[in-house]
């Protein structure tokens, strides 16, 4: 999509690399730290604190939408 729409302007290829990426990086800590996370915390606590850490990814959008329109790179081939 491009940035007048919303988007970042990346094509398919790199967003498919970006979220292959995250899902490695997920399943690396889901892996090796989550159980750990789970028995330290609790399951409440550490349910909280996974949703809690979403606000600030949420808040990070615009901010990647400003920095996009400003910066003058454009990703699009």
Known sequence: MSIEIGG?????RRTGYILGIYR?????FM???FSKMVYYLG???ARVLA???????WVL???????????GISFSV
């Open 31 to 33: 892996a090796t730290y």
């Open 24 to 28: 490695a990086v997920t399943a690396l």
């Open 51 to 57: 949703i809690s850490t979403f606000q600030p990814l």
């Open 43 to 45: 399951e409440r606590q």
């Open 61 to 71: 959008f615009p901010v990647m939408k400003i920095y996009a329109r400003h910066s």
């Open 8 to 12: 970042l302007s990346f094509e398919p």
